[in-house]
């Protein structure tokens, strides 16, 4: 099988979720096009560069978007209870 369509497959779900992410205002759905950015570089790698080695760094991958969506919902709570808001326009200072 031919890696190529694979890999268009995997640009064009890219494209979309980056498209997405910049037109989207809720913090929940932001985050959850970046964890399909991430899966569509995941269809990427794998379908670009079958060795072993690219397998192993998508796994890695996996393991990265698992921790980063822990982080992202874990700073999202704490947005909302300060914020009382999940609209990103409405977060307008951030002060410590």
């Not at 640009?11 to 096009?33: D, E, I, K, Q, S």
């Not at 982080?71 to 914020?83: D, E, K, Q």
């Given at each position: ?31 959850m096009f970046l964890e ?61």
């Amino acid at each position: 099988m031919n890696a190529y369509p694979l890999a268009a497959i995997s640009f064009l779900l890219f494209a979309l979720a980056a498209a997405g992410f910049l037109t989207c205002g809720n913090l929940v759905r932001m985050l959850m096009f970046l964890e399909l950015m991430l899966n569509a570089a995941n269809i990427a790698m794998v379908a670009l560069g079958p060795q072993p080695a690219s397998q192993a760094y998508a796994l890695m991958l996996f393991a990265v978007a698992a921790a980063e969506a822990g982080v992202g919902l874990a700073l999202i709570i704490a947005l909302a209870s300060t914020f009382r808001t999940l609209e990103a326009e409405n977060i307008k200072e951030l002060k410590g």
